[in-house]
């Protein structure tokens, strides 16, 4: 029986903890709002592709440079393919790959956990803001 030191299993398994992680590094990409909202907005369409203006009309608030930004590291990762027509203006097509479609499942369950808390997390939110406002009087 061989048996490997146990920085060997993390390092085979990823260390959330460790700041040079890669699955680490992965979460702070994939874990954006902007991310999540590309995904879904591709994922509606798949396998169809959607073009770079009606994802930013589809995903309000986002500017043109943040846009650009958030698809460039999911073509860069493997979760969205590009697709440039040779036109004046090219136009730019992006359709999520099978691994950007993998994704959406476990992102669809996050978004549906923030919708189903988001009323307690308001209240929390309240709670915590009402008592930062009035101190308790021993000056704590």
């Not at 590309?38 to 203006?53: D, I, N, Q, S």
């Not at 846009?67 to 969205?80: E, P, Y």
């Not at 369950?109 to 929390?124: C, F, P, T, V």
Request: aromatic letters at 4%; one cysteine or more; proline letters at 7%.
């Amino acid at each position: 029986m061989t048996t490997r030191p146990v920085g060997a299993q993390r390092a085979a398994h990823g260390d959330l903890f460790d700041l040079q992680c890669p699955t680490r590094q992965l979460l702070d990409r994939i874990g954006t709002k902007w991310t999540s909202m590309a995904v879904k907005v591709l994922a509606e369409a798949a396998p169809g592709e959607v073009r770079f203006a009606e994802l930013r009309r589809r995903m309000p608030g986002i500017s043109q440079k943040m846009l650009s930004v958030t698809l460039h590291s999911m073509v860069r990762d493997g979760l969205v393919a590009r697709r440039v027509e040779p036109t004046v203006p090219p136009r730019v097509h992006y359709r999520l790959t099978e691994l950007g479609l993998s994704l959406e499942a476990p992102l669809a369950a996050l978004r549906a956990w923030a919708e189903q808390h988001m009323a307690e997390i308001d209240r929390a939110n309240a709670s915590n803001d009402d008592a930062q406002a009035d101190p308790p009087l021993g000056g704590q």
